[in-house]
């Protein structure tokens, strides 16, 4: 069923209505920086600090930020910091006498601490208010990023042919892999059986389409014991529609856990559009000095786009971080020496710098997938303390990669907030770093590792240099 534009204009302007009556603060929980991809002039939190969490609650502001960066971290540490953030949530909630909505925005391809982190947040949050949350809600669809769901099976698009989730690289994940491209069997291939195919339930685009909002209600109004919630979407419209039913549900008294992409974030946070950013926008005009792009991601899309930035013929002095080096702490200490004096010596002569980790793999001799993701993140680290160490202020910083981003953003640049200024290309998000970082309001552009094309990478430096 295809949607008129009267009806979609009937949808927009129900939807407005419905959530000037959501008086909820949304707190949206990031297990990397790329959540901010569909967002604009919201703030971002890179601490869970209850003094962090009372601001989100104080401020005018309906939605706020938390960068967890947890997709980079230990099962144990995961669920310390979701036990807490769940607590002092609670907390906040009580002493500012106001409901919330907790998102735990941790799609990356379906991959990430789930379903831990809604499961620890659920038990920590419910130990300190007087109800239970009847439902997960799941929404990996993602239109920036090409990620839809059709009959339940969760597709990502590649070169205008979907391919089913379980049948892509991100399904082979040696920390976060999964079989299943039907979102109930991924579940219940996640909840280890816990929770059964046969009683999740699920909404389809037909019914959606119907546009009966009552209908819709009553369904998400039958769930209980936290059972798990799917939503069809092909388009952002199909999660307004759910939304305005969503918003009855929770009016008649229904809580509900939400485990989503950011396209879901996106409407319930009733973000509007605005247009991409360009040059004057980003850069700072009277820094001369060059810009840099770190690249840490290793999947194929990044490669791809890495690739097509460095033969691409712009003036770029191009730096290779030997992921090699790390099980050694002598050589890796010299390979950052030696590549912060390059990068420094780049930069103050006004020439970009991309600095990349190599594409080799290391070969890992443990399946234990908290060990396997130790060593990513050691990778991480050894990159971002190259930025920490930098003395030359850039004029701009690109980030690839989700832990990259975050690593870089925190430990690199020691952002503690920061304000989402919008995004440069679909998906592809910029924040202005706060007062406190070690480059105040300087443009830090977050560019996930799955989003854009081959060339998006190339074109987003090529508009920081008015080059098209």
């Known amino acids: 069923m295809v949607l008129s534009l009267w009806q979609e204009k009937q949808i927009n302007q129900t939807l407005e209505e419905r959530l000037k009556q959501l008086k909820h603060k949304i707190i949206v929980l990031d297990d990397d920086p790329t ?9 971002v939190f890179t601490n869970w600090q209850r003094e962090t969490l009372l601001e989100c609650f104080k401020s005018d502001a309906s939605m706020s930020f938390i960068l967890t960066n947890s997709r980079s971290f230990s099962v144990e540490e995961t669920t310390k910091i979701h036990h ?6 609670a907390m906040c909630a009580q002493i500012e006498n106001k409901d919330f909505l907790v998102i735990s925005r941790g799609d990356s391809t379906l991959r990430g601490h789930y379903p831990l982190e ?3 947040l659920k038990e920590s949050i419910e130990a300190h208010v007087p109800y239970r949350y009847d439902g997960e809600i799941i929404i990996p669809f993602f239109e920036e990023g090409g990620r839809k769901t059709i009959d339940n099976i969760h597709y990502v698009e590649v070169k205008d042919s979907l391919i089913p989730v379980g049948e892509t690289e991100f399904a082979k994940d040696k920390s976060f892999g999964f079989c299943a491209s039907n979102l109930l069997e991924w579940c219940e291939e996640k909840t280890q059986g816990r929770y059964q195919k046969s009683e999740m339930v699920s909404f389809s685009l037909e019914e959606l389409h119907h546009l009966d909002y009552q209908a819709l209600t009553r369904k998400l109004m039958g769930v209980n014991n936290f059972n798990k919630i799917f939503v069809n979407a092909t388009s952002l419209l199909d999660i307004k529609i759910f939304v ?7 009016k008649q008294g229904k809580h509900f856990m939400f485990r989503t992409a950011a396209s879901f974030v996106k409407v319930i946070g009733g973000i509007e559009d605005q247009p991409l950013l360009k040059k004057a926008d980003i850069v700072e005009g009277n820094n001369t000095n060059g810009g840099i792009v770190v690249v840490g991601s290793h999947v194929k899309k990044t490669s791809q786009q890495l690739e097509a930035l460095k033969n691409c013929g712009l003036p770029f002095t191009t730096v290779e971080f030997d992921v090699n080096v790390i099980y050694n702490r002598e050589k890796t200490k010299q390979e950052i020496h030696r590549i912060v004096e390059l990068t420094e010596a780049a930069l103050q002569s006004g ?4 600095l990349y980790t190599s594409r080799q793999l290391i070969k890992t001799y443990t399946t234990n997938k908290d060990e396997i993701l130790k060593t990513s993140t050691n990778i991480s680290n050894a990159l971002t303390s190259i930025v920490e160490q930098l003395q030359v202020r850039p004029k701009y910083i690109i980030a690839k990669g989700g832990i990259t981003s975050s690593d870089v953003a925190t430990k690199g640049l020691h952002i503690q907030k920061a304000w989402v200024l919008g995004q440069i290309a679909k998906g592809i998000p910029i924040w202005r770093t706060g007062e406190e970082s070690k480059f105040p309001q300087m443009a830090y552009i977050i560019f996930p590792g799955n989003v854009g094309e081959q060339d998006t990478l190339k074109e987003i430096v090529e508009v920081l240099h008015d080059y098209t």
Not at 35 to 43: E, L
Not at 351 to 354: A, E, F, G, Q, S
């Open 35 to 43: 959540g901010t991809q569909t967002v604009n002039r919201v703030n």
């Open 84 to 89: 807490t953030i769940g607590t002092d949530l």
């Open 118 to 120: 809604t499961e620890v």
């Open 244 to 250: 305005i039913a969503l918003i009855d549900a929770i």
């Open 351 to 354: 020439r970009d710098v991309l």
